[in-house]
């Protein structure tokens, strides 16, 4: 019988790959967007946008670091299993909700 976290680690092994990969690739092209956009907004408008995109693809980047190392899907905080439906929405969180609640 397979458990939750067994399940969770199957389960997002292969689809993680490709959820990381298309959230990527949706970041990038916001980047871009914003680039083609540069005459005609405001330069710190611009610039938060362009950093807070920034900072996602270096969480996309290392959650992909953790997939290679098999923590994926695990908590940085409280070393639990991140659920299933979390990682779906959010492939490259670090944190179950309870302990992305207190950083917060």
Do not use: W
Not at 20 to 39: D, G, T, V
Not at 51 to 63: K, N, W
Not at 82 to 99: A, D, N, S, W
């Amino acid at each position: 019988m397979t458990t939750d976290i067994g399940r969770a680690q199957h389960l997002t092994k292969h689809e993680a790959r490709q959820r990381l990969e298309h959230e990527r690739n949706s970041r990038l092209a916001q980047l871009r967007a914003i680039e083609e956009s540069a005459p005609h907004a405001d330069e710190d408008l611009q610039a938060a946008q362009t950093a807070a995109i920034q900072r996602v693809l270096e969480e996309i980047d290392a959650a992909g670091r953790r997939l290679a190392d098999g923590s994926y899907g695990t908590c940085n905080s409280c070393q639990t299993a991140i659920p299933v439906e979390r990682l779906e929405i959010l492939p490259y969180v670090r944190f179950c909700v309870r302990c992305q609640q207190r950083a917060s």
